[in-house]
């Protein structure tokens, strides 16, 4: 295993095997990063999920090669030259390869042939030294072998399995694959047939309308382009087809089977061409396929992983007392007051817009629940009527200083009508619930986003197209290290916030919540080995990520792990002094020798990280929020000009580009051409998610509702 992992990280071994061992010890990948540094070589989260990942597939070909071993064994066919074999293949490709003659699959015209009794006629032709085939043919003609075609017919299925099971030509024709298989569509040719009307102006047919008549290099096509074209063959709109150089792949094969020029040659001839066309290309075309959408899935994966850490770390406006507003029209705009723990403090609905149109009425209520709960910030959600909500606003005259924000409500729908959110607010309607949502994800967009299925947040790309399972994986790690990398205040965080945090999971949340609500807040981590079931790996694995506020040990709201609290107290009783005097104090901290205190388990690399921490402890990783104003002037897309410069936020990134809501219905797209003058080989090296960026028109396409941008340095 060690050696697998090596071979695909180039990490060192010392760093890899120790790894193993914290994993094999059930730790996290975030307690490892953060707490085991001596033992990993101070190894990031990065790498220790690139550990965990070869690990877990090395244990998949492990668990395969066993079942494979097996199932030789049962059939008798094991020998010592396939075991060994089967033993050092280091994929699953090669794997199967070598089980391909033994696997009990369907019927195929092979097995019907050796039923036949045809198997010794294949072996003489395979033999190459016969001239006179015919003659041996017609020594066969029996039962179900009526000529002396069938005869040869039947030994060619046969010579036609044996080729397609050949190591060698199948990863011939996997390199030709790799190096040269192009991918083309054309339109499906019914849909054609009303490709001028219905289908071309349908809104379906237009977003593939690139790809009707498509044709690129399979290992050069873009993911978001792969899976764009995947989508439409799903969706019946387009057919697709990977093609090779048919003759050179056949004299290949030819070269490496054929060995004379006799009436054998041209039977084995015939058999290579059936082997082909029958099995090796529609398999290993196929199977080419798959390769490049696994390479364009991890590559959509990233793009959305990375998408969601910049979400979830996005700028929390902090403990502050919120008036939140879910705009519309009709049905009025629902508002809510949350105090600065985010609790419902009171709920309401507006009337402002058409077709009520009562706007004194909205503004006297707003300007009196901004007084009565002293509300320090309002958040406005981005969907239906914001931007005339937000107008609205500005209108009024607050005594006091109150930020008007614009918040993503991207999954609050989802949220509102959800078992957590039923279990929040099992009194109030989906509407309350909406709005609770979004004045908490600006006091907290992690502690609130984590209560949505990361998937319907809105921030990937072809997140449907890709494969489930790998991206639930991904997308929960990147929860679980955000969750972490923050910390938690046990006693306000939610189930599903408590459930990320290192150790704990789902069950153990729901016991601190219950233990919480029963007994009142925790006082000290210590406190929180009482809770039932919550044993000392656990303990582990996750205290110094939960945070207690305003302790009795002020090490109890840092991320100072309490197996270290000893060092510290060690470190200021040295200095003639309490814990609570080191803390924010550089002046007493630079006089610690830390030398002095390491030990074989703690070494530089804990004893500087203490050190950090006690400087500013429970520091939050985050930026502030800051408050945004779109262009008043610019109401729908029919606004939009060529050349005009706008502000606007960073909505969405993918691979070609990124997307830029700026204040309308529709997000516009910059290019990656368009980012900067130079080469962009990221797009996250010059844009972030809900960055704030100035943006200039490019074009505008009304009728298919797209926005060409250029960022503006």
């Not at 003609?141 to 399995?161: C, F, M, N």
């Not at 060995?259 to 090796?280: F, P, T």
């Not at 233990?515 to 210590?526: C, Q, V």
């Not at 909505?651 to 516009?668: H, L, Q």
């Amino acid at each position: 295993m060690i050696k697998y992992i090596i071979s695909h990280t180039q990490l060192p071994e010392v760093s890899i095997k120790n790894t193993v061992e914290l994993l094999n010890e059930a730790c996290t990948i975030p307690f490892i990063s953060r707490y085991r540094k001596e033992r990993t070589g101070n190894l990031d989260e990065v790498q220790i999920g690139a550990i965990v990942r070869y690990k877990e597939q090395f244990e998949a070909l492990k668990k395969r090669k066993t079942a494979i071993l097996k199932a030789l064994e049962e059939q008798a066919v094991l020998n010592s030259e396939l075991k060994q074999k089967i033993e050092a293949a280091q994929d699953l490709t090669s794997l199967e390869d070598l089980y391909l003659p033994f696997k009990k699959g369907r019927k195929t015209k092979a097995e019907t042939a050796r039923k036949n009794g045809l198997e010794p006629l294949a072996k003489i032709i395979m033999g190459q030294n016969a001239n006179d085939i015919e003659s041996l043919a017609f020594k066969y003609i029996k039962d179900e072998v009526t000529s002396v075609e069938d005869a040869l017919e039947g030994a060619r299925h046969i010579i036609a399995e044996w080729i397609n099971e050949l190591t060698d030509v199948r990863n011939n024709i996997r390199y030709q694959l790799e190096r040269f298989a192009m991918i083309s569509t054309k339109v499906v040719k019914t849909k054609a047939d009303d490709t001028s009307a219905a289908l071309s102006t349908s809104e379906n047919a237009q977003k593939f309308r690139d790809y009707f008549d498509w044709e690129e290099a399979l290992s050069r096509i873009p993911s978001h382009r792969l899976l764009a074209i995947l989508r439409a063959e799903n969706e019946g709109v387009i057919k697709t087809k990977i093609e090779i150089d048919d003759d050179k792949a056949l004299s290949k094969i030819e070269d490496r089977i054929i060995r004379s020029h006799n009436a054998c040659s041209e039977q084995i001839q015939l058999a290579i061409k059936d082997a082909y066309k029958r099995l090796l290309f529609p398999s290993l075309s196929n199977e080419a396929l798959q390769v490049a959408k696994a390479k364009a899935d991890e590559a959509a994966i990233s793009v959305f992983a990375k998408n969601l850490k910049q979400l979830l770390l996005g700028s929390p406006l902090g403990e502050k007392r919120i008036l939140a507003i879910d705009p519309g029209f009709k049905s009025g705009c629902k508002v809510v007051c949350l105090d600065a723990q985010g609790g419902l403090l009171y709920n309401e609905t507006i009337y402002p817009h058409p077709p009520k149109s009562d706007s004194a009425g909205a503004m006297k209520k707003i300007s009196s629940l901004t007084e009565a709960y002293q509300i320090e910030a309002i958040a406005i959600g981005n969907g239906t009527a914001s931007r005339e909500t937000e107008a609205f606003i500005g209108k009024i005259h607050f005594k006091n200083n109150v930020q008007v924000f614009v918040v993503s409500e991207a999954g609050a729908s989802i949220y509102s009508a959800s078992k957590i959110a039923r279990e929040e607010f099992p009194n109030y309607d989906v509407t309350v619930r909406g709005s609770v949502s979004i004045g908490r994800r600006l006091q907290d967009p992690l502690a609130e986003l984590v209560k949505i299925d990361a998937k319907s947040i809105g921030v990937g790309q072809y997140q449907h197209d890709v494969d489930q399972t790998n991206l639930q994986k991904a997308l929960d790690a990147v929860v679980e290290n955000c969750v972490n990398a923050v910390g938690v205040n046990i006693n306000t965080a939610s189930k599903p916030l408590l459930s990320y945090v290192s150790g704990i999971g789902p069950k153990l949340a729901e016991n601190i919540f219950g233990y919480r609500n029963e007994h009142g807040a925790f006082k000290s981590r210590n406190d929180i080995k009482k809770v039932p079931r919550l044993g000392g790996k656990a303990f582990e694995q996750g205290a110094a990520f939960l945070r207690i506020k305003e302790p009795k040990n002020p090490l109890d709201d840092s991320a100072v792990h309490p197996e270290s609290y000893a060092i510290v107290e060690t470190m200021a009783k040295d200095l003639g002094k309490n814990v609570s005097d080191l803390i924010g104090h550089t002046d007493l901290l630079l006089k610690i020798d830390l030398k002095k205190y390491g030990s074989d388990s703690v070494g530089l690399p804990t004893l500087q990280d203490i050190i950090k921490e006690l400087e500013k402890p429970g520091l939050d990783v985050r930026e502030q929020a800051k408050v945004f104003t779109f262009n008043q002037n610019i109401k729908t897309i029919n606004d939009l000009k060529e050349g005009q410069l706008l502000p606007g936020i960073v909505n969405n990134i993918t691979n070609f580009g990124c997307f830029v809501d700026v204040g309308i219905k529709e997000s516009g797209l910059i290019h990656v051409s368009n980012l900067s003058d130079s080469f962009v080989k990221d797009v996250n090296e010059h844009v972030g998610l809900h960055q704030q960026v100035i943006v200039k028109v490019l074009e505008v396409d009304i009728p298919r509702k797209r926005i060409q941008l250029k960022l503006h340095k």
